[in-house]
């Protein structure tokens, strides 16, 4: 069974999350036990985007398992501080779990910033929101971003315009 960590912070888009995280379930009903989904984040609860409370979160893993895939969702635009405590810790963790190769990472919308932060996307094509391209741009000037895809797919890293690609 193939692990799914998605990592949740504070301003989630709940849709980023309930998405991606429902194709991974009908995916399981065509191939049973196939993923095992879990919510993981850098505190146990996390406020969503439209003000749902998400609790009982895992703690950040010391370790991904092989071939885990892990998820970023992406936030709000008023919650997109990447140098708040919570996302430096995420940051931190995605650069310490970067080291094994056999992880694929997806990143809806504004998570590729995140991804960005933590120095996953350097040299490599990538996109996201139309709303944060230029921003990524900058983050990342080593990346090809490109505003004009709905995602992206370079290696084990898939990037996504928004949810709706992103599923």
Request: aromatic residues 4%.
């Given at each position: 069974?193939?692990?799914?960590?998605?990592?949740?912070?504070p301003e989630?888009?709940?849709l980023?999350?309930?998405?991606a995280?429902e194709?991974f379930r009908l995916?399981?009903?065509l191939?049973?036990d196939?993923?095992?989904?879990?919510?993981?984040?850098?505190?146990a609860?996390?406020?969503?985007?439209?003000?749902?409370q998400l609790?009982?979160?895992q703690?950040?893993?010391?370790?991904?398992?092989?071939?885990?895939?892990?998820v970023?969702?992406g936030?709000?635009?008023?919650?997109?501080?990447?140098?708040?405590a919570?996302m430096?810790?995420?940051?931190?963790?995605?650069t310490?779990?970067?080291?094994?190769?056999?992880v694929?990472?997806?990143c809806?919308?504004?998570?590729?910033?995140?991804a960005?932060?933590?120095?996953?996307?350097?040299?490599r094509?990538?996109t996201t929101?139309h709303?944060?391209?230029e921003?990524?741009a900058?983050?990342?000037p080593?990346?090809?971003?490109?505003g004009n895809?709905?995602?992206?797919?370079?290696?084990?890293?898939?990037?996504?315009?928004?949810?709706?690609?992103?599923?």
């Amino acid at each position: 069974m193939r692990q799914v960590l998605f990592v949740i912070v504070p301003e989630v888009v709940l849709l980023d999350v309930a998405g991606a995280a429902e194709a991974f379930r009908l995916a399981s009903q065509l191939v049973p036990d196939s993923y095992e989904l879990q919510f993981v984040g850098p505190h146990a609860s996390a406020r969503s985007a439209v003000g749902l409370q998400l609790n009982q979160l895992q703690p950040l893993p010391e370790s991904v398992p092989d071939s885990a895939i892990v998820v970023i969702a992406g936030v709000s635009s008023r919650g997109l501080d990447l140098n708040s405590a919570p996302m430096k810790r995420v940051a931190d963790w995605l650069t310490k779990i970067s080291g094994n190769e056999t992880v694929t990472l997806m990143c809806v919308c504004s998570g590729s910033l995140l991804a960005a932060k933590a120095g996953l996307l350097r040299g490599r094509e990538c996109t996201t929101h139309h709303e944060f391209v230029e921003t990524l741009a900058k983050m990342e000037p080593t990346a090809t971003v490109h505003g004009n895809r709905i995602f992206v797919e370079d290696g084990s890293v898939f990037t996504s315009a928004g949810v709706t690609s992103g599923i």
